[in-house]
């Protein structure tokens, strides 16, 4: 069993994915990369960074949200993605805001995503488009695989997925790529929500409610949601009146 001491260790260290990440930008930068050029393929990049695939893929997940890298399909010479533009200010940024996440309150994490999901959810209602329909078809995926979960860990995990789901039908980049530094922090406090609230049925309904919402395209609806959802899961983190 994981300490409370152990856990905050742990969250404290750099994730796999966000070392590979700053490795990646150097190499960018010490190897004079242009837009055009490729970068090695996820297996030659996990060897040469001493990384597992996964933390690789998730990587170069992020940078193809920023727009830094587009994926390309191929074996051998033709493995990569190919960069698209130079990373930049952003990308620094970003980083930092990974690595200092450890840092921040369960206040200013639920400020954060109330803000933008509230945001995401109205802009998604809003639009009636391909990439919106595709979201909330992952949002149905995730609230099914939370049905499904059989522990809080698991149930999670299929929690972020639907909330990173929730951040791209807003179509705005920046948006999924802080969600996404944010989501290592969400992970640590929504465990030790739904642990607390030991009944997730409340959750899946708020989860039911959003997305319904955003399929009908009642953006005040999806914004009410939100923050009953967060106000449900979080309810130590609501500001007094």
């Excluded at 109205?122 to 099914?144: K, L, N, P």
Aim: no cysteine; glycine share 8%.
């Amino acid at each position: 069993m994981v300490t409370p001491g152990e856990r905050r260790r742990t969250d404290a260290r750099p994730r796999a994915f966000e070392e590979v990440l700053a490795r990646i930008e150097e190499r960018i930068a010490a190897d004079g990369l242009t837009v055009g050029d490729r970068l090695p393929g996820e297996r030659q990049l996990a060897e040469q960074l001493g990384v597992g695939r996964s933390s690789v893929r998730e990587a170069l997940r992020v940078l193809e949200t920023l727009g830094v890298v587009a994926s390309q399909a191929g074996r051998g010479p033709d493995a990569g993605a190919v960069l698209t533009s130079r990373p930049g200010d952003a990308l620094t940024d970003l980083l930092r805001l990974h690595l200092g996440l450890a840092t921040l309150s369960m206040r200013e994490v639920i400020d954060t995503r109330l803000m933008i999901e509230q945001w995401a959810a109205a802009h998604a209602a809003s639009v009636r488009a391909a990439s919106v329909r595709a979201a909330t078809g992952r949002m149905a995926e995730a609230i099914a695989a939370m049905d499904a979960a059989r522990d809080p860990a698991g149930f999670v995990e299929h929690d972020i997925a639907f909330h990173l789901a929730l951040a791209e039908a807003a179509g705005n980049r920046l948006i999924v790529a802080v969600m996404r530094a944010l989501r290592d922090a969400v992970r640590r406090y929504a465990v030790d929500a739904v642990v607390r609230l030991g009944d997730t049925g409340g959750l899946q309904d708020d989860h039911r409610r959003i997305h319904q919402a955003i399929e009908d395209g009642d953006a005040g609806a999806a914004t009410a949601a939100v923050a009953e959802h967060l106000a449900r899961a979080y309810p130590e983190s609501g500001r007094d009146s």
